[in-house]
C-alpha cells in the first residue's frame, strides 16, 4: 500500500502562483505515472495533468500553459507548479499514483492511489 501526502495547498489572489508537492511512502510506484486530480464544490473530480517516470507529462486543456508538473524519482515526490491561476481552479487538489506506466491514461479507474487532498483557493 502507498501512501500520498499533498502539501502546498493555501490562498491566493487571482493571477498569483502556488505549488503543490506530494510525497509518496510505502510501496513505492517508481515506474508508475503520477498525477494531479482536484474536485470543485458541487463538481465532480477532474483530471489536471500527469507525468511519467520518464518525464513525459500529459495536461488538461484547462490548465495547459499556466501549470507544470514534475517529479523526483530518487525522492518519490510530484510537484505541480500553478501559474497564472483563476478563481475557477479553486478545488481540492489531489495526488494520485496510476496502475500503469503511460501518462495518457487519465481516467480515474487507472489511478489506485490518492493523497487526502489540500485546498487551493483562488480570490478575485
Known amino acids: 500500500q502507498v501512501q500520498l501526502v499533498e502539501s502546498g495547498g493555501g490562498l491566493v489572489q487571482a493571477e498569483g502562483s502556488l505549488r503543490l508537492s506530494c510525497a509518496a511512502s510505502g510501496r513505492t510506484f517508481s515506474q508508475s505515472a503520477m498525477g494531479w486530480f482536484r474536485q470543485a464544490p458541487g463538481k465532480e473530480r477532474e483530471f489536471v495533468a500527469a507525468i511519467n517516470w520518464k518525464g513525459g507529462s500529459t495536461y488538461a486543456d484547462s490548465v495547459k500553459g499556466r501549470f507544470t508538473i514534475s517529479r523526483d524519482n530518487a525522492k518519490n515526490t510530484v510537484s505541480l507548479q500553478m501559474n497564472s491561476l483563476k478563481p475557477e481552479d479553486t478545488a481540492v487538489y489531489y495526488c494520485?499514483?496510476?496502475?500503469?506506466?503511460?501518462?495518457?491514461?487519465?481516467?480515474?479507474?487507472?489511478?489506485?492511489?490518492w493523497g487526502q487532498g489540500t485546498q487551493v483557493t483562488v480570490s478575485s
Open positions: 494520485a499514483a496510476s496502475r500503469y506506466e503511460s501518462d495518457s491514461v487519465v481516467s480515474e479507474s487507472a489511478w489506485v492511489s
